[in-house]
């Protein structure tokens, strides 16, 4: 896989996590500060580091299969691996702008 292949497949990745959305908080989990790391090695293997919002999330089982089947469907992928942390914990600081203003925390 180029360079260049890699850069559109990660943007195809981002474009997928913004379209995955918490169930308790109405913004997606990429802006909500959820996906720490998201690589593409030469491959096509994903590897995903994301958060939940406190360890006994409701979908703390339900969330990481849903990001990994979702970008398993791209073209390109060969696989996925979701990896759950977390260190450092969730808080309300990692929540993007455009969510925060979403939310009217802003």
């Known amino acids: 896989m180029t360079a260049e292949e890699k850069k559109v497949?990660?943007?195809?990745?981002?474009?997928?996590?913004?379209?995955?959305?918490?169930?308790?908080i109405?913004?997606?989990?990429?802006?909500?500060?959820l996906i720490y790391e998201h690589k593409v090695d030469d491959e096509g293997n994903v590897k995903v580091v994301m958060t939940l919002t406190a360890p006994?999330?409701?979908?703390?089982?339900?969330m990481p299969r849903q990001v990994?089947?979702?970008?398993?469907?791209?073209t390109g992928v060969k696989d996925v691996d979701v990896e759950i942390t977390f260190e450092p914990p969730w808080d309300m600081d990692m929540i993007s702008d455009e969510a925060r203003l979403e939310l009217g925390l802003m």
């Open 56 to 62: 006994n999330c409701p979908v703390a089982d339900v």
């Open 26 to 33: 109405p913004v997606n989990i990429y802006e909500l500060g």
């Open 9 to 24: 497949l990660e943007e195809k990745i981002v474009h997928v996590l913004k379209n995955i959305f918490d169930p308790e």
């Open 68 to 74: 990994k089947e979702e970008i398993s469907y791209l």
